[in-house]
């Protein structure tokens, strides 16, 4: 059972980050070709890079604190 909570906690910590970027990335493009907006793609692509960084930190540090318990 504890290799079990493990394994789920090693792939939330893979996928869950790379989700959430997706979703946000997905949902910048929509709601900037909704609005009739434009920003430089490469500030897109920054942003997205900042986003992942941020929720890998944070799923690294949830999956930490439920590593041993």
Do not use: C, Q
Not at 26 to 52: K, S
Request: aromatic share 10%; no cysteine; hydrophobic share 70%.
């Amino acid at each position: 059972m504890l290799a079990l909570k493990r394994a789920l906690l090693v792939i939330l910590v893979l996928v869950i980050p790379a989700a959430l970027t997706a979703f946000l990335y997905w949902g910048t493009g929509a709601l900037l070709a909704a609005t009739n907006r434009v920003i430089d793609p490469e500030i897109v692509r920054l942003a997205a890079m900042v986003e992942f960084a941020a929720f890998l930190f944070v799923a690294v540090l949830e999956a930490k604190d439920r590593w041993s318990t």
